[in-house]
């Protein structure tokens, strides 16, 4: 079992820029995949980054080049730098794991972005 807990959420400007956390319970290193969702009001939820325990990394459409998916295996945590921030991310922002079959996820965090 993999108990997640994020961190770092906030209100920011147009432009600005978040840093989210995410520390897991349990090694990273043995995680096949991590990985920040986000989930808007009304819509679903949608792959923001992943990355897998070799280190590949994969992001959604709408954020590539402006966010940037790491980890820490030594303290078991995930983060995702966030830059060049808009309205249209504003969402509760989800971390997840993927550990032998089973997904795990995070309460959630909530990040603003004000135009």
């Known amino acids: 079992q993999v108990q997640l807990v994020e961190s770092g959420g906030g209100l920011v400007q147009t432009g600005g820029s978040l840093r989210l956390s995410c520390a897991a319970s349990?090694?990273?290193?043995?995680?096949?995949?991590m990985g920040w969702y986000r989930q808007a009001p009304g819509d679903q939820r949608e792959l923001v980054a992943g990355v897998t325990k070799w280190g590949g990394t994969n992001y959604g459409d709408s954020v590539k080049g402006r966010f940037t998916i790491s980890e820490d295996n030594a303290k078991n945590t995930v983060y995702l730098q966030m830059n060049s921030l808009k309205p249209e991310d504003t969402a509760v922002y989800y971390c997840s794991a993927l550990h032998y079959g089973t997904r795990y996820w995070g309460q959630g965090t909530q990040v603003t972005v004000s135009s």
């Open positions: 349990r090694s990273i290193f043995s995680i096949d995949n």
